[in-house]
């Protein structure tokens, strides 16, 4: 089953950092697919999306303007696990190394409204209480 989701996506030099909501995580914990996309001005799309995956490793790669992550086993038990913020992994590129990060979507300290909905909570809120 496929979900649309609103991740946000972060490109940084070779690093891809993807912040996902606590639904798009039970979503995932339910071996469900997630994607969201880009729609550009001339009708082209930019494609991201993830999946968990009965192999051990995290896998990435990037064919017809579509981003297509599986999530390895040990990942997505780490991901799962409320005591981990998110996972990281090292992909081999012909120039170098690709990081990919993959977070759970904390809410701001300063409320943004819609923009917190599904959100997990932030563990520096109980701080400044």
Do not use: W
Request: aromatic letters at 4%; glycine letters at 6%; one cysteine or more.
């Amino acid at each position: 089953m496929s979900t649309l989701a609103t991740m946000k996506l972060r490109i940084r030099e070779n690093t891809l950092r993807i912040r996902i909501t606590q639904s798009e995580l039970d979503s995932l914990g339910k071996d469900n697919y997630i994607e969201s996309r880009i729609q550009f001005p001339n009708g082209t799309s930019l494609r991201y999306g993830m999946q968990s995956e009965k192999v051990q490793d995290t896998t990435i790669q990037f064919e017809n303007n579509e981003i297509q992550i599986g999530i390895g086993i040990s990942d997505m038990e780490t991901i799962l696990d409320e005591a981990n913020v998110g996972i990281q992994s090292m992909h081999t590129t012909d120039v170098g190394t690709l990081d990919l990060l993959i977070e759970k979507d904390f809410s701001c300290l300063h409320k943004r409204g819609i923009e917190d909905a599904d959100t997990f909570p932030n563990p520096n809120a109980k701080e400044n209480a």
